[in-house]
């Protein structure tokens, strides 16, 4: 009896041996916590001509309900603007309609709060189609955009595309005082 008692004991130090590191090594694997975002952006014309603009979409998965904001922060134009250019890359396949699309004062958001639009700027919007198949927004605001402090988002509300991929849009400027349009800088955004 005394030998199938050390047997019994020797067996649940085995068992424990071998059961503790398995569980420890499992845990991670159950884990179902969301993977850190990269904070690495790769960009396709990287010379000096180039800006990055910074941008902030709602949704990145493919075919989801998105809502996207182009941000014009004011290092981002040095005059009034009269009109924006937004060039639409051919390969982003949505439909754009001009209700889902809106200029808008907005606060740009950050660890604690929210990217909100403060204020509706009343703008008219032309979505042009070439026989490409390249797309492009004009927006003309009733009223120039000015330099000052403010922030400004170009708003699109679509649906995503259903490849998934890097998207770049290029926007231009007509500066206030001059009839051809400069470029402003381009957005990257990223849908997986």
């Not at 020797?10 to 991670?28: D, E, G, V």
């Not at 009109?83 to 699309?101: R, V």
């Not at 204020?119 to 189609?129: F, G, H, K, M």
């Not at 070439?130 to 009733?142: H, K, T």
Request: glycine share 4%; proline share 5%; with cysteine.
């Amino acid at each position: 009896m005394l030998n199938n008692t050390k047997k019994l004991i020797l067996n649940f130090k085995i068992l424990r041996f071998l059961l503790i590191p398995a569980i420890l090594i499992s845990t991670p694997i159950l884990d179902n916590s969301q993977d850190a975002k990269a904070g690495l952006e790769f960009q396709w014309d990287q010379d000096s001509g180039y800006r990055r603009l910074k941008w902030f979409q709602k949704e990145n998965r493919k075919k989801f309900k998105n809502t996207i904001f182009f941000f014009l922060r004011p290092a981002d134009r040095r005059t009034d603007l009269l009109k924006i250019n937004l060039s639409i890359p051919k390969s982003f396949k949505a439909t754009i309609k001009d209700k889902k699309i809106s200029l808008c004062k907005v606060k740009i958001g950050g660890y604690e709060n929210r990217t909100k639009c403060l204020e509706d700027i009343p703008a008219d919007i032309e979505i042009n189609t070439e026989e490409s198949g390249l797309r492009s927004l004009d927006i003309y605001p009733y009223s120039p955009i000015s330099s000052n402090k403010e922030s400004y988002a170009i708003v699109l509300k679509v649906f995503n595309p259903k490849r998934s991929g890097l998207y770049q849009f290029h926007s231009y400027g007509q500066p206030k005082g001059t009839s051809v349009s400069s470029y402003l800088g381009s957005w990257t955004i990223v849908i997986d």
